[in-house]
């Protein structure tokens, strides 16, 4: 995997000649930026200062839980292949700290179901995308939340709250304990195309990254880019025109004209994803880059610990003009 992005080559058909309406079978969303509108360096911020705060208080060793915690985050993100990213994290983290000091797997789960709740005390759902989701819902589309999978479930939970949602409303939501691979790898949307059996072609794709989101497009999906908290580190910007995107309050509308869904998936597997099915599946659904709406060449994200949840990549201004593509 290459460092840095490249932007895609528009396609060289004719753009006058549009394809016709897909018939989606299901929808993934993002959350950070996407579905909970925050602004993500402040929120790592507390976040790490809050949970080592939280140690120390308790008599830990604050320098080398701090180690842990980030070289455990960076191993969720470079590990071998069917690896859980939950099993990479605590194997590397106790490399750096004392097991025996204490039961950490319980510490942590304490402060992910206490502390960790009042980091969104300030932050306000979008109402546009609030609506938005119960819409599909009603319209008999599935919902997966596909957010970068290197936090427990229960720090998703309080991230689905701060964002007015409940996990009732998803069929398939990612977190460490479920996913072998994060984004922008596509093996980690191979699993999710897997887990609910259907093809790249039949999802849409809500998110808000050029690069993390949109690789979907290399399997055969739809992409939707909201432009409010728009992250796009592709060189020289991505080309929006090529996508549908728009404002919250666009994807809302945009999501009021969609047809109920005609043909939904079945069962959904909220578990860790077999091997060979998301191997099927990278198979069943590679397309051309000319084909693909997302960069040549995704970049390997680059955090300290588990909140690469969103993004290191600095927001861009969006397109003025809504949904296209």
Known sequence: ?????????????????????????????DLDGTLLPMDIDPFLKAYFAGIVRYMAARGFDAPAFQEGLGRGTRAMMSHAADEVNADAFWGEFFKHVDEQAADWHAICDEYYATEFGSLGADVRPSEPMVRAVHALGEKGYPLLLTTMPLFPPRAVAWRLAWAGLSPDLFARITAYDNSTAIKPQLAYYAENLAACGVAGADVLMVGNNTVEDAVITKLGADIF??????????????DLSIVKHGTAEQFAAWVDALPVCANPIGGVDGGVIPAAAREAVLAANAVGEETAASPAAAATPDAAGPAAAASPAAATSAAAEGVSA
């Open 1 to 29: 995997m290459e460092d840095t992005p490249q932007p895609v080559t528009s396609p060289t058909s004719d753009r006058s000649a549009r394809p016709a309406p897909r018939a989606y079978r299901a929808v993934f969303f």
């Open 225 to 238: 880019l909201v432009t409010d908290h728009l992250l796009d580190p592709v060189p020289g910007g991505f």
